[in-house]
């Protein structure tokens, strides 16, 4: 244990640090994925350490991590974080297999003593025999710096958790939890055709890399994708992590009763934060394996291109219901728990596409986002074709289903055809002719916030291209829509249940991040 003062120190240094990493994630642009290591051997342990959040607080914590080097890391498109798979963080390693494979996972409980045992369970597996261990309620458990080991088949593709089934009212809400990712075997031939080839020679045109685990999220042609996040909800009563912190550090005092075995209430339960993988906003929208959260490595800060099709990983590993809303469209329910839903005949999707995709403690699913604009009934490049400006007279050549599809590496690829040259604007302040839905304020009046650069736009110019009621284009540099920068739509997507945006009750925090749209020439780096 450490001495008071000592933690004292570090929470100040905390505090500042914090702060500055507050500040400098407005600024940044840091983005999603769903990093983790592979299989189908995992090396891990049971350990402790502290979780820090955005209003200074570092939280003991349990958690699972590596014992020893994973023997892989996907998607190669990410390099391995230079400090490696540490000893604990939470979630714990996402643990990502083939269809197929069969998985071993070893155990290592390096717990506190008192802590008792540990164990891992994999909800959905058929598991073989474990080895090693002592009987438990659910499944053989490691006994304190000893090892168990499971194995199972990944049988079927699909996301779904895994989490501690022991005392899991505490070993869970302490953060012993994570995610393993199942690849499907057979990339269905529909992933590498159509749409889904256009998307891919627009990112090699751009320079953009493929972040992606797989083609597919399951064996099946309507589940291809262009990108994916993996997002998992849970909560922290900091009054469980403090007792269970006073009570560890009591029973390695020299007096202590032998044995001493923690009695932690886990009622009432009070939570205070509200994390999309083990961060709360804004530190979720820092980088994957930033080195300010070595315990937290994984972000939640999603970007995509229009008309792509983006797989939502989601899980909630909490105790709490969280309903997650993801802003701009409905999410299409793919997979609940790692099971396709498809229709009877087996061709079509037959999930709902829900608003909120709310999650009960363990539920995973698999959903598919994307956004085009269509139907906002003015166009979001702001095209204009009497303007000097080349980027503002690009044409639109609707596909069958009325979108600019055929050519990929143009700006406006999957414009919607339908609102090309309408203009956002009622006359005669607009910049095109003709009348539009609203008259944009004047810009010399306005303040913009984090996530508005003052223009509506999208695209390389979007600032410039945009004219206030007074005439006069605004004034920019914040990080949504800087001139020659970004220039994506800022989405919120957040919990619903308005207290879990708070961070220990100050707004804003918890479970919140911005998704942002961008447009095709803004290269998408999942990597920083
Ligand atoms: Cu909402």
Redesign the pocket.
């Known amino acids: 244990m450490r001495p008071m003062n000592m933690n004292n120190a570090l929470l100040k240094v905390r505090l500042v640090l914090t702060a500055m990493v507050a500040v400098a994630s407005l600024a940044a642009t840091a983005h999603a994925a769903a990093p983790g290591i592979t299989g189908p051997t995992f090396n891990l342990t049971a350990h402790t350490a502290y979780l820090t959040q955005p209003d200074g607080q570092a939280i003991y914590s349990w958690g699972y991590g590596c014992s020893a080097a994973p023997t892989g890391w996907a998607p190669t498109a990410i390099a391995p974080p230079a400090a490696g798979c540490p000893n604990m963080q939470v979630p714990g390693p996402t643990l990502i297999v083939n269809e197929g494979d069969t998985v071993t996972v070893n155990l290592t409980n390096n717990l506190p003593p008192s802590a008792g045992n540990t164990s891992m369970l994999f909800p959905g597996f058929t598991m073989l025999a474990p080895v090693g261990g002592t009987p438990g309620l659910l499944t053989q458990e490691a006994a304190p710096g000893t090892t168990v080991t499971y194995s199972f088949l990944a049988s079927s593709p699909g996301t779904r958790s895994y989490y501690s089934g022991t005392q899991s009212d505490l070993q869970i809400e302490m953060g012993m939890y994570g995610a393993i990712i199942v690849l499907p075997n057979a990339v269905p031939g529909a992933c590498t055709a159509g749409t889904f080839v256009s998307n891919q020679s627009a990112r090699n045109y751009w320079g953009e890399k493929n972040f992606r685990l797989a083609d597919a999220a399951y064996d099946s042609p309507k589940t291809c994708y262009d990108r994916e996040y993996l997002f998992q909800f849970s909560e922290i009563d900091p009054n469980i992590h403090l007792q269970a912190e006073s009570q560890v550090a009591a029973c390695s005092a020299a007096n202590a009763p032998s044995p001493c075995t923690l009695q932690v209430p886990t009622e009432p339960y009070h939570p205070a934060y509200f994390l999309i993988n083990g961060r709360s906003m804004p530190d979720d929208m820092d980088p994957n394996y930033a080195a300010e959260y070595p315990h937290q490595p994984y972000n939640g800060n999603p970007h995509m291109h229009p008309g792509e099709m983006v797989l939502l990983r989601i899980i909630g590993q909490g105790r709490w219901q969280h309903p997650f809303?993801e802003?701009a469209n409905h999410v299409r329910i793919l997979a609940r728990d790692g099971n396709l839903i498809l229709t009877q005949d087996g061709q079509g999707l037959a999930g709902p596409a829900l608003f909120t995709t709310t999650t009960t403690p363990g539920l995973a699913m698999d959903g598919i986002f994307y956004y085009t604009g269509r139907g906002l009934n003015w166009d979001m490049y702001g095209h204009n074709p009497g303007s000097s400006d080349p980027n503002a007279k690009l044409p639109c050549t609707p596909d069958a289903n009325g979108y600019n599809t055929g050519a990929p590496t143009a700006i406006n690829y999957f414009e919607w055809c339908q609102d090309h040259n309408k203009p956002v604007q009622a006359a005669p302040f607009g910049d095109v002719a003709g009348g539009g839905p609203v008259t944009l304020p004047d810009p010399n009046i306005l303040v913009n916030g984090a996530w508005y650069g003052g223009s509506p736009y999208l695209g390389p110019n979007a600032t410039v291209r945009a004219v206030g009621s007074s005439g006069t284009t605004p004034p920019s540099g914040t990080i949504a829509n800087s001139p020659g920068g970004e220039a994506g739509f800022a989405f919120?997507w957040?919990s619903?249940n308005e207290r879990e945006i708070t961070t220990n009750n100050a707004f804003p925090g918890g479970m919140m991040m911005m998704m942002l749209v961008d447009s095709r020439e803004f290269v998408i780096d999942e990597s920083n």
């Open positions: 809303h802003h919120m957040h619903h």
